[in-house]
């Protein structure tokens, strides 16, 4: 199972799978892509987190 990183929506905690008094709140955390969790996504209860991409982009000494 693939892992990803969600956070809960803007003001709320939901619940962990294995552990309904532990909470996910709005500090991301990686966990299972479970049915569980893509529910809680669908649902809007849960947001994928995206890591920011790198930047690949190279300045010159002049910022052009």
Known sequence: MSKIKVAAA??????AEHNPH????QE???VD?????????D???????EDPAP????RNAKGE
Request: no cysteine; charged share 25%.
């Open 22 to 25: 532990e909470y996910i709140g």
């Open 55 to 58: 930047n690949t982009k190279t």
């Open 33 to 41: 892509g479970s049915l569980y969790y893509q529910r809680m996504i």
């Open 28 to 30: 991301p955390v990686e």
């Open 10 to 15: 803007d003001g709320l905690r939901v619940p």
């Open 43 to 49: 649902d809007g209860d849960l947001v994928v987190v």
